[in-house]
Every structure is written in C-alpha cells, then in structure tokens.
C-alpha cells in the first residue's frame, strides 16, 4: 500500500525529520511553560518563542517585531512561562483590537444594505452566508440571498439550502448565466421585497486570475448602476488554514473591489489563523466574525483577548 | 511580494568575493537566508529546522564552481536537496490491484476533494481507458452529492445514484458492491470535508477505510495552506494513513510550501496537482517547478508550456511577417496586450520567470501593474478601426474622446501612443538585426531565453534550464509584448 521509500539514506532523512517534529510538538504542547520555569530570557528562549508564533502563522516578520517587543521589556529579567505568554497574548490583543468591528447592517433609506461575499475557492462564503442569514433574521431583518455563484456544479442548490435552514429566499438564475447580470436583478427583486439586507454570493476565485477578479469588479459596477452606495459592505473570507498568501489575497481584492472587511473560516480546525494579526497590522481591514464549524450558528464574533489567547495557548 | 531566495543570498554573498571552498561561516550565514525564505513559503518550521541542517551539512566544504557565485552555488544546492526531498521521480496514482480499485480521497473542509474526484475520473478514463464509479459520502455539506453528480454528467462519469439515510460506510459498501456488479475497474469515494482534530468524523473515515480497504488514500490539501499543513498531514497519516498527496489550487500564485511540509512529515508521494476550477484542470506532479516555487526562482518550464498553448502560432507567425514589413498596428499592439493577460497577467508572467524579483521591484516603482495593461488595452479599444490603423489622424479632439470612452485621462492616451511608437521602431530594428527568426521567437516561435536583467539570475550553476524559446518573451532582454520590452523602453512612471 505505502509507498516508502527504501533507501536507507532516505529512510534516516524521514526518520530524523519525525523526530524532530515529535521533539517540537511535545514543546509545543507542553506550551511555553515548559521553557521556563523561573528562568532567564536569553537570546536562545527568545528564538524559540519566535518559532513559537511563526507556527501559528503570524509570519517571520510579525514574530520577530512580537518578540523584540518582548525582550525590550523583559530581557535578562527572571520570568516564568505564565508571564511570557500573557504578555504575548496582551501585545496581540492590542494589535487586534482595531480591527475588531462587527459587521451590522445599518438602516439605510435607500434599502436593500448590500453585502457582497468574495474570496477564494473553499474559503467558507457560501455557508458564511447561510450563518449570516441567520443571525440577521434572528435580529429581525428581512434578508434575500442572491446565488452569485453561477459557475461551481451545485453551488446553487447549496445556497438553497442555506436559504431553506435561514428562512431566507434564493434569487437564482441557471448555471452559467451572467453573475453580474443575476446582481443586478437580484437587486431589483430585493427591492420590490423590500428587503433590508441582500446578501449576494460569488463564484470562489484566485486573486492571481486577472479575467475573474475583472468579473467580480463588473459585479460591482453593475450594482452601482443601481445605487451607487452599493455595496455598502464587501467581505473578504479567508480560510483560517492560509499562510503567507493571505497577504496577496487581501492586497488584490482589496485593490480590485474595495473589501471593507473580513471574516476568518474554519478555526474550529488544528491551524490558529495567526495571519490575521499579520494583516492587522499591514492592512488594519476589520474583521467582522471567526467560523468555527459547519453549523449553522456556528460563526462568532471576533474577540481579540480570546483570539490572542488562544493563539497562545492559554486555556479559557 | 516575498524576496526569492537567490535575493536574499545575492545580499548575503554580495559581501564575498572569495573563490573556493565554502566555509563554515559562509554556509551559516546562507542558512538563515534559507531559513526564512522557506519559512515565508510556507514550509512548516520542523519541516524548514530538518532541511536546513542537511542542506548545512552537504554545504560545508563544498567547491564553489568556476562560473557561480558563492550565492548561486548554495542556491544550486538548496534546490537539489529541495528536489530529493519532494521525490525525485513523479509516481502515478497506482491501480495494480483487482478491479475494482477502491480510491478514498479525504482532506480538510473545501479543499477540492470533490472537484479532484471528478478531474481524477476524467483523466482515467479518458487516459487510462477505465470504467470508472464516482460516489459521494459527504452526507455533511449542502448538495455534496448533487455537486458530484453534476461533475459525473460534466466528464461522462457514472455516479452511484443517491440514497437518503445511509452512513458514508454504507454508502462505500454499496458503492464497490455495485463496483463488482456493474464491472467497473475504479472506484472513486468522495468523502467530506473534516478537520484532523474532530475525533467523530476521523473515526467515521476510518470506519469507511475499513469497510473497503482503498487500494489508495489521497490526501488532497490546499496549495495556499500555511503552518497547519504539518499537523493536518501527520493527523490524517496516522488515524487514516494515506498513500498520496494531490495539491490544488497550485494555479494560484503561493508558493506551495505546504506541499515540501505535507511530504516530508508523511513521507507519502505528492501525485497530482490541481491547477484550476475546470475539470481538465489535473497535472502529474514535477519536484523540480515545485522547488523552483518555493524557492522563488521562478516556475520556467511552466511559463514555456502556458505560453505556447496560449499563443496561436500561425497568427503569431502572421503578425510578425507583417511586423518585417515594418508595419506594427495600434490593432497588433491591442493583441500583445491581450496575450500578457492570458498568460495571467503581468504579476502571472512575472511570478514564472526566474531571477525576476528586483525586476518586479522595479515594476512596483514604476507602477506598472495589470491595471495598466487593462487601461492600455481599453484606450485603444476606444479607438475607431480608421484611428487604429492609421494613428496619425489622431488630433487633440480626438485624443479627448477617445479618453472619455475609455474612462482614462489624454495623458493615458498619448502615452499608448507614445508607447506605440517605440514599439514599432524597436519591431523593425529588430527586424532588420535578427530578421525573421527573431521577431517570430518573440512572438511564439524559436528565439532564445532572454538573459535576466541586471546579473539578478541564476547563471551557470543552476539545473538546466529547457531550451529553445520562451514564447512571447523571447528577443533581447526580457521583452514583454506590449510592453516594448522591459527593461528598456518601458514606459514611464504613472501616477
Ligand atoms: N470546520 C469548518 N468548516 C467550514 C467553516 N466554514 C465553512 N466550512 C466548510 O468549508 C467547506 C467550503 O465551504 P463553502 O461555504 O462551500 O465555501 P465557498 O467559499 O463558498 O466555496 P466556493 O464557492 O467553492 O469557492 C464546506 O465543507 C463548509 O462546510 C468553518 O468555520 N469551520
Ligand atoms: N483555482 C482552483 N480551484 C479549485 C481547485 N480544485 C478545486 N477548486 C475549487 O475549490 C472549491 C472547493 O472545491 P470542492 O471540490 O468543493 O472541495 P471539497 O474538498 O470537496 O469541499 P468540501 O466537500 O466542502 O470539504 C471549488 O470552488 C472548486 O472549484 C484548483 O486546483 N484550483
Ligand atoms: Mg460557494
Ligand atoms: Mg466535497
């Protein structure tokens, strides 16, 4: 069944390579507890608390201007693991707190608030609808989703269900229609519902694809045809999992179509989604909730104590 | 965005001039260039630790050839080891085992398990000429089973048809029961998506694996996967055990360190790569663009292969006869505009070449972006077909329609004009040097590889690089169609 390689040079590469993981893993469990008790904070312990967050993706830049601010404060003092890791996690949760804004749609006069859901393939847009639907009709908003998304097989069929789940209904047109052309009409039936709130979805796209970012801003125009206010937000969903190529994504479709913030999927999972005090501090975009399953009320607010936290491992 | 790793050597190696062997000293100081570069193409640091060491290992001591740089010859063997590691041979998916072959692909929520399945199915059967059974037992997500079945109808797959209540281990049975019965060669089973930490849903693939004992368990994970991808692969390798790797999303532009990651903890072979959202969109895995990836050295063979399915050559042939006349239209301009972006854009173009990261640079300075190529492209599309072909009719009322109708300002449209102008001199210099020959290479012909501008490359010590041309690029340094070549002649900073 496997296919290990044989050679015994290859073998003792792979060999080393586990050990060194199961090495780095224990420490990782064990916290960074394990790297003081009382004791010093040298050059090699601040190494190792850098590596610490570059495993959670907060990117060399970020963990090395983490960890200077850390050894201005504390270098050479006697610290235990508890002090380092709270001092870590304040330091992030100031970076964060900017960017803590939920996302509310505002009355507006001219209704429907539009949200446009962007982002790239698999990131959560789709059910992020469905979890946003619902909390919007729980608040008492009459909400329409739109099934932007008129390229994947079934991408359709799924926002109907989300639709059904969230009480919401579904503006749809076959696959392969225009997606600028489904906005637009789904705008004007938003309308005459008099809805408050239309949430369109879109075809999951790279930010690299220049033709379907083009296609998304055509999304916009079009709807500013309309009122030229919308969309009065754009959210940008970035998988939780992503590393340094959130940068990129977040550049580009905020160059490409004004992303006025974000929300951060699929948390529940074994990656930390440290990316996002990277982008705090690049971008300052806010983030507006944190997905932490597949269910329907499974999307959050964003908190920076409890993020930071939990980026450092502190229980609760 | 991210400096490659001959950039950040090149400042390292700068400093030494030194021929011989590389000393200890040396070889460190390369190794935290290394370190970072691989840790900022996302390699999960164990992974980024392990690698480091051997490569330091293999470094010290080494000769440095006559012809490279100190810089170049670590680079040279950073990407060897790079290349061992991710497996220096492609291995296909393997089917020698009594039909039907049960394949059980599992990864994380949304990272293309089901569009995988589908490309997959294509591709044996169109290639393989097998029979093959798709069957879905994602009872989880929304129209799961409907997407499959769409995908099935898409690539002329039979799906197991759909029935309400079963668990995905009942599904799987009746999926290679109907295998047997129906004479199908393969069966493909789609699961849902999960997270490695979720201990209900790891039994539950497990319980699938057991009822139907796949022959292959692919892990399909996302190109644009950070740290994570370490603990994602090592949970699924040890609770499901997998056999093989298909990265997708690899026609973005991360660096995919995930994938040296996901190898190098398991140790399983990446197969497969998913290189869009159509079904065609499936290649077989090469170590060495990988590598060249992650190191930032630029994806060569990559470009040379797009170029030359992009570029129709019998137009290409046309329009560079009519080039030789010495007639270069606004009309043949629009088209080379049109071609950089079907390549995928300037940042597309940029992001394959090797040795292109201080171009790139001096790109952003200049602020020459895809959005250019776009308000260049609408400029002349403004234009009437008498205005294009003949130019010179182009007054100042002209001028300001033609901006109007394009949204951008007359200085936008001198500049084309302007632009278009250099353009045409340089066509007919270069016909007139390199004759036909070289203005057919630079549009999809023969044509050498252009040097890297500025001794940024990767000279003599680096793996060979394919012959021939570099289709649409080719012609003296480094000349992007519509661009009228880069660096010189590149049109100037715009605010
Ligand atoms: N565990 C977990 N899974 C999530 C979360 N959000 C979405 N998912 C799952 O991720 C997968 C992809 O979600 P979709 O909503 O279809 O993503 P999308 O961005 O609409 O995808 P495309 O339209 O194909 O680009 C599905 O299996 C979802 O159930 C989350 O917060 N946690
Ligand atoms: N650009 C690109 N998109 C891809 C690739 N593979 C899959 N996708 C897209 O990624 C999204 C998710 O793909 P799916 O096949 O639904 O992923 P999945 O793993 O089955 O998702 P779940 O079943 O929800 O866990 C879709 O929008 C696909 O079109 C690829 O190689 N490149
Ligand atoms: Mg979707
Ligand atoms: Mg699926």
Redesign the interface.
């Given at each position: 069944?496997?296919?290990?390689?044989a050679s015994p040079e290859r073998k003792g590469?792979?060999a080393?390579?586990?050990d060194?993981?199961a090495k780095?893993?224990r420490r990782l469990a064990d916290g960074i507890t394990s790297l003081f008790v009382k004791r010093r904070l040298d050059a090699a312990t601040l190494e190792e608390l850098e590596?610490l967050l570059?495993?959670?993706?907060l990117?060399?830049e970020t963990a090395a201007k983490l960890t200077a601010n850390l050894a201005r404060e504390k270098f050479d003092k006697e610290v235990t693991g508890d002090e380092v890791r709270a001092a870590f996690a304040a330091d992030i949760a100031a970076i964060l707190a900017p960017v803590a804004v939920p996302l509310e749609p505002r009355e507006i006069a001219n209704k429907p608030f539009v949200v446009l859901m962007v982002g790239?393939?698999?990131?959560?847009k789709t059910t992020t609808i469905g979890k946003l639907a619902r909390q919007w009709t729980d608040a008492g908003k009459s909400v329409v989703l739109a099934a932007g998304d008129t390229?994947?097989?079934?991408a359709v069929?799924?926002l109907?269900?989300?639709g059904e789940r969230s009480g919401c209904p579904v503006i749809e047109k076959p696959h392969g229609a225009d997606a600028a052309a489904l906005a637009f009409d789904a705008l004007v039936e938003a309308r005459e519902r008099k809805a408050d709130v239309l949430i369109i979805d879109t075809a999951?796209r790279?930010?690299?694809?220049?033709?379907l970012m083009?296609e998304l801003a055509k999304v916009i125009r079009v709807l500013k045809k309309q009122d030229p206010e919308a969309p009065h937000a754009t959210v940008l969903v970035l998988?939780g999992?992503?590393?340094?190529?959130?940068?990129?994504q977040v550049?580009t479709f905020r160059?490409m179509v004004n992303v006025t913030g974000l929300i951060v999927t699929?948390l529940?999972?074994?990656?930390?989604g440290g990316?996002v005090v990277a982008l705090a501090q690049s971008q300052g975009l806010p983030v507006h909730a944190v997905g932490v399953g597949?269910g329907i009320d499974d999307l959050h607010p964003f908190e920076p104590d409890a993020f930071a936290r939990s980026l450092m491992g502190i229980e609760g | 965005m991210f400096e490659g790793l001959s950039e950040r050597l090149g400042s390292v190696f700068d400093r030494l001039r030194k021929r011989g062997a590389l000393s200890e000293a040396d070889v460190t100081a390369a190794m935290r260039e290394v370190r970072v570069a691989l840790l900022e193409a996302d390699v999960a640091l164990p992974v980024v630790k392990t690698f480091v060491d051997r490569v330091r290992e293999r470094a010290i001591g080494r000769e440095v050839l006559r012809s490279v740089t100190p810089g170049q010859m670590v680079v040279k063997i950073v990407h060897d080891e790079l290349v061992d590691m991710l497996g220096s041979d492609s291995q296909a998916i393997n089917l020698n085992a009594p039909a039907p072959v049960p394949i059980l692909m599992v990864g994380l929520q949304g990272g293309g398990k089901t569009t995988t399945t589908a490309k997959i199915a294509k591709r044996l059967r169109e290639r393989d000429r097998k029979k093959v059974l798709m069957a879905s037992l994602d009872v989880t997500r929304p129209a799961a089973r409907e997407q499959l079945r769409i995908l099935g109808e898409q690539v002329g797959v039979a799906t197991l048809p759909i029935i309400n209540g079963e668990t995905p281990a009942a599904i799987a049975k009746r999926a290679m029961t109907a295998g047997r019965l129906q004479g199908y060669d393969v069966v493909i089973l789609d699961t849902a998506g999960r997270t490695s930490i979720d201990e209900g849903l790891m039994a539950e693939v497990r319980a699938v694996r057991d009822a139907v004992n796949p022959h292959e368990v692919l892990l399909v994970a996302d190109a644009l996967t950070g740290q994570d991808a370490v603990t994602t692969a090592t949970n699924f390798h040890e609770r499901v055990g997998i056999t093989g790797i298909v990265l997708t999303r690899v026609d973005g532009d991360s660096r995919g360190g995930a994938a040296l990651s996901m190898r190098g903890v398991t140790g399983m072979p990446i197969k497969m790569l998913g290189v869009g959202e159509k079904v065609d969109d499936i290649e077989d895995f090469h170590p060495e663009r990988l590598a060249g990836r992650i190191l930032g050295m630029g994806d060569v063979v990559s470009l040379v292969e797009k170029a030359a399915e992009t570029i129709d050559a019998e137009e290409a042939q046309k329009t560079a006869e009519r080039m030789m006349r010495g007639s270069f239209t606004l009309d043949d301009m629009a088209a080379q505009l049109k071609q950089v972006r079907k390549l995928g854009g300037l940042g597309g173009i940029m992001g394959m070449l090797p040795g292109v990261g201080k171009l790139q640079k001096q790109m952003a300075g200049a602020n020459v972006d895809d959005k250019m190529l776009k308000r260049q492209e609408a400029v002349i599309s403004s234009m009437t077909r008498e205005e294009r072909r003949n130019p010179k009719i182009l007054n100042a009322s002209r001028r300001k329609r033609i901006a109007a109708g394009s949204g951008t300002q007359v200085q936008d449209v001198n500049r084309v004009l302007k632009q278009h102008q250099d353009m045409a001199r340089m066509m007919k210099q270069v016909g007139k040097m390199g004759g036909k020959g070289a203005l057919a290479g630079l549009f999809g012909g023969g044509g050498g590889m252009p040097a890297p501008p500025q001794g940024g490359g990767m000279g003599g010590g680096l793996p060979p690089m394919p012959g021939g041309g570099m289709p649409g690029l080719g012609g003296g340094g480094m000349r992007l169609p519509g661009l009228g070549g880069l660096p010189p002649g590149f049109p100037g900073k715009r605010k």
């Open positions: 069944m496997s296919a290990e390689p590469w792979f080393r390579l586990r060194g993981l780095s893993s590596d570059i495993t959670a993706d990117g060399v790239v393939n698999g990131s959560g390229f994947r097989a079934a069929e799924q109907r269900v989300w999951g790279l930010q690299n694809k220049a033709g083009e998988d999992t992503v590393g340094q190529n959130a940068h990129a550049k160059e699929k529940d999972g074994s990656a930390r990316i597949e | -």
